[in-house]
């Protein structure tokens, strides 16, 4: 007997139509959704992604709990963090307690501030031949305006500050700028100096009395160059530093500001650098600034160790 192909296809559609009918009647007695899919004893029971990342992440997709939530709910999507360090704002702030002037904000400017604006923005290419025309206390003022609303450059700092500082001053703010061991050792300002001993009107330049360096990069060599003569000393959102060094650079210190940097949050990276000085040689410490930092518990039994009046610390 001859096999029929065309008959036996026939069969086996049958059969399938029929066993697709059983199927759907089971899924109506039993009252089973149409998505329904039968458990086959064959098939896998552990997940496909074992043994992948995917499995062990914490930030597995879910999926949407119908369809107007996949359709309307937004996704989520992140702000880009922005740089507070570069808002006046927190310049201002932040040199609220080395320079407190320098935070203030004028309902209307003074007219010798104005003025003084006008010179840096307009004659800014010129600016190195005005200079000498401006008086030191003039030159102290253009210096913390342009600290909080436009940092300097180095070349417009060492124009602005010919004898290494304004009025016994030196603001130096980031990123354009940074200190390196050489900038408090000018010999050119000591050739001009020495010419000018002879003359009977020549009046030595004052010491330099405070430093402020914010958001700048300061060399670790030029830590033994800075002057003897420093009462306010900030160090605020620098690289890390050598502190146990500036006792010693810098014995006459009143006032000094570590607030705000990265390498004095952490509590094991604080104790460490926080315990190097020899707070004691800092005879006429009066302020400490610890802002946006860890204090460690045993710092402020160490820093008041030996004195009368306890140390201002500012958190």
């Known amino acids: ?28 007695q039993n009252s089973l959704p149409r998505n329904f ?3 086959t004893h064959n098939a896998p029971t552990l997940p496909a992604d074992l043994l992948t990342d995917s499995a062990y992440s914490k930030e597995k997709p879910r999926p949407p709990r119908d369809t107007r939530e996949a359709l309307f709910v937004p996704k989520r999507v992140e702000k880009p963090q922005h740089d507070l360090t570069t808002n006046s704002t927190w310049r201002a702030e932040a040199l609220s307690l080395a320079i407190p002037t320098a935070a203030e904000h004028y309902t209307v400017p003074p007219l010798t501030l104005l003025c003084l604006q006008t010179l840096i923005t307009t004659f800014d290419a010129d600016f190195a031949e005005i200079v000498p025309f401006i008086p030191p206390h003039l030159r102290q003022a253009l210096l913390r305006w342009a600290a909080v609303h ?19 001053e030196l603001i130096v703010v980031g990123p354009n700028a940074i200190v390196r061991e050489e900038y408090f050792r000018d010999s050119d300002a000591e050739e001009s100096q020495s010419a000018e001993w002879e003359s009977d009107d020549w009046l030595p330049p004052p010491p330099m009395h405070t430093l402020v360096l914010m958001s700048a990069h300061l060399a670790l060599s030029a830590i033994s160059t800075l002057p003897a003569t420093l009462t306010n000393l900030a160090l605020v959102n620098i690289n890390p530093v050598s502190l146990h060094r500036l006792p010693m650079t810098c014995p006459l210190v009143e006032c000094l500001d570590l607030s705000y940097n990265a390498w ?6 604080a104790q460490e650098r926080l315990g190097k000085p020899q ?4 005879h006429q410490l009066r302020t400490l600034g610890l802002r946006g930092c860890y204090i460690p518990a045993d710092l402020i039994l160490e820093v008041n160790k030996g004195r009368w009046d306890d140390v201002r610390v500012v958190k």
Not at 279 to 282: G, K, L, Q, V
Request: hydrophobic share 35%; charged share 25%.
């Open 264 to 269: 004095l949050v952490g509590e094991k990276e």
């Open 150 to 168: 436009r940092p300097l450059t180095n070349h417009q700092l060492r124009v602005l500050c010919s004898n290494g500082h304004a009025a016994g």
């Open 37 to 39: 899919k039968p458990i």
């Open 279 to 282: 707070w004691s040689r800092w």
């Open 1 to 28: 007997m001859a096999y029929d192909r065309t008959r036996a296809s026939h069969i086996h559609a049958k059969i399938h139509t029929l066993r697709g009918e059983y199927f759907r009647h089971i899924q109506n």
